[in-house]
């Protein structure tokens, strides 16, 4: 076993590989953009080394100087993670050029797998099922156009340098090709530098299911599928293993399959066989095809890691030190079944926009796995993938764990940033996905429904209200104030929607909020908050004027500040607001009475001063809330005057 390794890599992928590297007793050391100089990665490492700016060619991309800091503090071996240098053969021989070990395969096995139509045809010889398909030389467009007149449309046209989604067109019809081809190849070129492009057979009704394998050079295993159909726009989202409904014998030839593409190249170490799978009519034998190999620990191996009770980096980091494959292909088994979901800083209703942010709140359910590489007051930063974990979780069924994935989500509370977490969880209730039924295409088909904001129904509005004025934040003994019959408004805006709310104190802990169509009595008792008397499961986090309430999804509020109000004519001027704690020294308004924009209508002493309050535009009193002698909270309303069409009525 290696002393000491080094991470060529950032965020929770560079944590896994710490923690298990820990497990083992093996010194870790970390690599560091100016980005990511407080990050998680480095705080949790023995040692860490800058390498530069924050854009990854500065950074994470430079195999040079990575391989320095490897010689200078005395690690042995190099472990990729995903992404970056991962793939990159030149890079895994620079490392072994300069006699350290690359924890991953060899250089001629990724090459024999980087390209997707070398990869097809390498396949075919070793008698893997490909998809079928043009992956040939020959790159002028109308040859292009052929085929896929030959093998018969839907097409689809891959980047043959492809990842991530990208360089990839579906074609429906003929004449939709020759504009595809040419989006697909810009694409491709700006993305990998290479225009090349293949064409396959859109498989309908499709099924990702993937099969992990483990090499040690020459022989290898396989630990069984996962199945990863939730996708958008080619993107995995949630993944589960094993694969729903999957016969023993489909799973035995797609595990032999995958095992004999990976000793077709020699495999050692952690990797992927990417399948295509027909699931229009359950699974067959005959019906599934090669799409790639990714040549390293795939972001969803987790799911496998928890039902073959396997670390998967504890493998790869025996196997590069020369250790025999820990486990025999009938050592290994199946037990329970685990789902993934992953948890982006993401925009949904904007189209999935990816988003940036401090992560002001975060705290994650404690009967899950949690792979995260972010920590609460960190920053998701624009310079990298904006995910924020990945949330796994095993019980002994489908059902069971599928539930738990479901429930998990609602307890993982994030603030400072919009996520997908609500869209997860619609997605690990939406009935389809429930039964097992999934293809590539479902999460498409109900994109509406899936990816709605979520509006807080007027209990969270209530709560909201509550946690804005900071009613439950009083000390207990705060006295006679809370007793006394007061009456509090505040304004917040939920979904661009602008809430007011009237709150009258009941007593201890004990309030009735106002909202206008209906009422709801909140109390806050034995550290839950109650609603109309039934105790609910809510939590709330504030961070300036930013509001959350976290109940089944996390719905956020604007709290309005009544400083920015009072001057705000756009906003109506419609609350006179306590700008500040403090005591209401005199009101001069009385309900229906006439005032104009300027007019005096409280003062309030605060600070050892007196305040005048002033009306924001001309109208009629509507209510007064407040009388002398009051003490207030900052936000509380004070004197509301009428809606302005009212008023002129
Ligand atoms: P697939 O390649 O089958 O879509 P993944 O979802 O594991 O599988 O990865 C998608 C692509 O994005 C891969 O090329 C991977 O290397 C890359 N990638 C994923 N996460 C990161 C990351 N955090 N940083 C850099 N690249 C990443
Ligand atoms: P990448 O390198 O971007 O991961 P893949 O070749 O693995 O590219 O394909 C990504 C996704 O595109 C697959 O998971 C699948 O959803 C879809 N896909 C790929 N090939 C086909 C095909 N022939 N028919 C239908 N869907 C496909
Ligand atoms: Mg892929």
Not at 322 to 327: F, M, S
């Given at each position: 076993m290696f002393n000491k390794i080094l991470i060529a890599n950032r965020g929770e992928i560079a944590c896994r590989v710490i923690e298990t590297a820990r497990k083992l007793g093996v010194a870790t050391v970390a690599v560091y953009s100016d980005a990511d100089a407080g990050a998680k990665h480095v705080a949790m490492a023995d040692q860490a080394v800058h390498i530069g700016g924050p854009a990854p060619k500065d950074s994470y991309l430079k195999g040079d100087l990575i391989i320095e800091a490897a010689l200078s503090t005395g690690a042995q071996g190099i472990h990729p993670g995903y992404?970056?240098?991962?793939?990159?053969p030149k890079f895994v021989e620079a490392v072994e050029k300069a006699?350290?070990?690359?924890?991953?395969?060899?250089a001629d096995a990724i090459r024999a797998m980087g390209l997707k139509d070398a990869a097809k045809k390498l396949m075919e010889e070793a008698g893997v099922p490909v998809v079928p398909g043009y992956h040939g030389e020959n790159q002028d467009p109308e040859h292009l156009s052929g085929a896929a007149d030959m093998i018969g449309y839907p097409v689809l046209i891959k980047a043959?340098?492809?990842?991530?989604?990208?360089g990839m067109r579906l074609v429906e019809n003929p004449a939709d090709f020759m504009d595809a081809l040419q989006s697909a190849q810009g694409e491709a070129t700006t993305a990998f530098g290479n225009p090349d492009v293949l064409i396959e057979?859109?498989?309908?009704?499709p099924r990702h299911i993937e099969v992990q394998v483990f090499g040690d050079g020459e022989k290898a295993v396989h630990l069984f599928e996962r199945d990863?159909?939730?996708?958008r726009r080619h993107q995995k989202v949630i993944e589960e293993a094993?694969?729903?409904?999957?016969?023993a014998d489909v799973r035995a030839a797609m595990g032999a399959a995958a095992v004999r593409a990976a000793e077709a190249i020699g495999y050692k170490g952690a990797g992927t066989v990417e399948f295509i799978v027909d699931g229009s009519d359950g699974l067959r034998t005959d019906g599934f095809w090669f799409m790639e190999m990714n040549t390293r620990l795939q972001v969803e191996h987790p799911v496998t890691e928890l039902i073959t009770g396997v670390d998967l980096v504890e493998w790869q980091l025996r196997v590069a030190s020369?250790?025999?494959?820990?486990?025999k292909q009938d050592e290994l088994t199946i037990t329970g079944h685990a789902f993934e979901a992953r948890i982006y800083a993401e925009d949904v209703p904007k189209g999935f926009l990816p988003a940036t942010g401090t992560l002001t709140h975060l705290e994650f359910p404690a009967d899950a796995r949690v792979d995260s590489g972010?920590?609460?007051?960190?920053t998701i930063s624009p310079?990298?993938?904006?995910?924020?974990a990945k949330l796994i979780v095993h019980a002994p069924s489908r059902g069971a764990a599928l539930r738990k994935l479901e429930r998990a989500l609602r307890w993982t509370d994030i603030a400072g940033s919009v996520t997908n977490v609500s869209f997860l969880r619609l997605l690990a209730e939406q009935p389809d996905f429930v039964k097992g039924d999934?293809?590539?295409?479902l999460i498409g088909r109900h994109l509406d429904t899936l990816a709605a904001a979520p509006v807080a129904c007027t209990k969270a509005r209530s709560i909201a209200a509550l946690t804005a004025l900071g009613l439950?934040?009083?000390?207990?003994?705060?006295?006679?104030v809370l007793w006394s019959p007061l009456t509090h408004a505040v304004s917040l805006v939920h979904n661009e929607e602008e809430i007011v709310a009237k709150v009258t104190v009941n007593g201890r802990y004990d309030y009735v909020v106002d909202l206008g169509e209906i009422q709801h009595r909140v109390q806050w008792r034995d550290g839950s908050w109650w609603v109309d008397a039934t105790r609910v499961q809510a939590r709330t986090a504030r961070h300036g004027q930013d509001l959350t309430v976290f109940w089944g999804n996390a719905y956020s509020f604007e709290v309005i500040d009544p400083l920015d109000r009072a001057g705000d004519d756009a906003a109506g001027g419609n609350v006179i607001l306590a700008?500040?704690?403090?005591?209401?020294?005199?009101i001069f308004a009385k309900p229906g009475q006439t005032v104009a924009a300027g007019d005096r209508l409280a003062i309030l002493e605060a600070m050892k001063m007196e305040h005048s309050l002033l009306a924001a535009r001309d109208g009629v009193v509507a209510e007064v809330l407040a009388s002398a002698g009051d003490q207030v909270q900052e936000g509380a309303a004070l004197i509301v005057l009428a809606e302005e069409e009212d008023a002129a009525a």
């Open positions: 992404g970056f240098l991962s793939e990159n006699g350290l070990t690359f924890i991953g395969p060899s043959v340098a492809g990842g991530g989604g990208k057979k859109y498989i309908l009704q990863c159909s939730l996708q094993p694969a729903p409904d999957m016969p020369g250790d025999p494959l820990p486990k972010v920590r609460a007051g960190d310079w990298y993938d904006p995910m924020i999934v293809d590539t295409g439950m934040d009083l000390p207990k003994d705060a006295g006679f700008p500040m704690p403090g005591l209401v020294k005199s």
